[in-house]
């Protein structure tokens, strides 16, 4: 008996197997679907989501999707994943962000424990990111950003240029308290787009997604239902930015809680009529990769389990053989060159 929380004949599975089979392409459909996938990220708990999109792309899923949905480091997970090479841009986590240049909590009173400007010099010239493949990708990719003033989500897709793109990008990951101030975007004060939108499975849902895989950064698990006292600073904090978006950011933690429960119900019970979510995590048993996470082993821990979750949901394997050892995930190498990846 498969021990899976989800259903292995849950839906979303169900037509991402039957696209990979047919040779779904967005020149080629293989339906008149509209599959969306959603990304969250969390700063260095983006690894996990990271890792699940390596294993969508080992697993022929690349062109499965018609529409990607993102946040924060997920978005930038996003936009390698359009690219491909998946692998390259994972080792960012372990190998370049677990140092101090990027995370110090030491720099909390200066508000500026992330470093984004040494996190995008890796994106942008130790594995660069191609920004012009991302904007001709047939597959649509969407940025969360939270505008500040205006006090919304905007779902950007509409990029004009590399630097528009990269603009969205590091206003989407301008997390509160660990960076300072607000990003801009457009013109636009602007912070990390799951300020407003908890997890961007919801905008996949308002574009009219008939079926979404929802990646999620977390260990399947019940939702708080207490405000955490970094949350309770966060909210502090935003109302400083803005008056009211404090406010906002606390009413869209209740939502998610909410959101969250029916997210795991929609594993196991789908329901018979679309729109149809399948959220994928680590399993509870999993530890849980911090926000802020500098230790090299456990990040790559974390990258090893989400790998594995997304392989046996894809697949149809019990992920019991995850603890038992029957499935595991091996690093890939790949070389580095000043040109990009080899």
Known sequence: MNSAPWSDDHPVLDVLRRRRDKGHSPHA???DLKVGLAVEGGGIRGVVSAAMLTALEDLDLTHAFDAVYSAS???INSAYFLNG???YPLSIYYDDLATRKFVDVRRALRGQILDLDYAFEVVDRVK???YDGVIASPTTLNVAVTL???MRTEAVSDFTSR????????ASAWLPVAVRGTAEFRG????DGGVLTQHPYRLALDDGCTHVLSLSTRPISPPNDRLLLSQRYAIRHLNRIRPGLGAGYAAAIGRYRHERR???RWMSAPGEETPFVLDLAPLPWMPQVKRHEVDPGRILAGARGAYEVMYCAIEGRDPALIRSGGVRAVPQLTIVAEDGPA
Not at 164 to 169: F, I, P, Q, Y
Not at 188 to 191: F, G, L, M, S, Y
């Open 148 to 150: 500040v003033d205006e």
């Open 85 to 87: 090479h998946t692998w």
């Open 73 to 75: 480091s997920g978005a």
């Open 262 to 264: 029916a997210l795991q």
């Open 188 to 191: 636009r004060r602007a912070v």
């Open 29 to 31: 459909p293989a339906d």
């Open 163 to 170: 630097a528009d793109l990269r603009s969205a990008l590091v």
């Open 128 to 130: 660069p990111l191609d």
